[in-house]
């Protein structure tokens, strides 16, 4: 689900940008994107917590606890990687928020962890060949997006000679 937010929102971002500012912003349209997908994963910590608690070994303590904060940290990089001042710093901990989440990823799918329901009868370790993937593209969405030095890509701007 979060993954079709993060690819609606950024096609509606870089039409609406366009209208605006006449021309593409693939970086902003980027940003914008990452950090509605964030608000959606913020908002899922709190809709399935117990089922998410269930993707972290039970040597773990707190991990309710856990799943909470790592919503509230969704929540505060969503923001983060819109205020420009905050945005290298914010991209660069997503990128190991994403790296640290992804064990947890693949105990949930070796214990069959269902998410929406918390109980042991999801899909199993073949979400793997999905999600392993899905964290790598997150993870170059954030490099491009927010890390890339770049901030705009401008696709009708006439070069200065035919001015």
Known sequence: MVEIVLLVVFIISLVVLKILRKEYQFA????????AMLVV???????FPH????MLPDVIPYRLEMVYLT???ELFAAVGLLIPRFQALTARLLILFFILILPANIYGAIHHVNIETASFDGPGPVYLWFRIPLQLFFIAWVYLFALKKYS???INKKPALLK
Do not use: W, Y
């Open 28 to 35: 902003l349209a980027g940003k914008i994107a990452m950090s």
């Open 41 to 47: 994963a913020f908002i899922g910590r709190f809709k």
């Open 51 to 54: 089922g998410l608690a269930m």
């Open 71 to 73: 919503g509230f940290l």
């Open 152 to 154: 705009t890509i401008a």
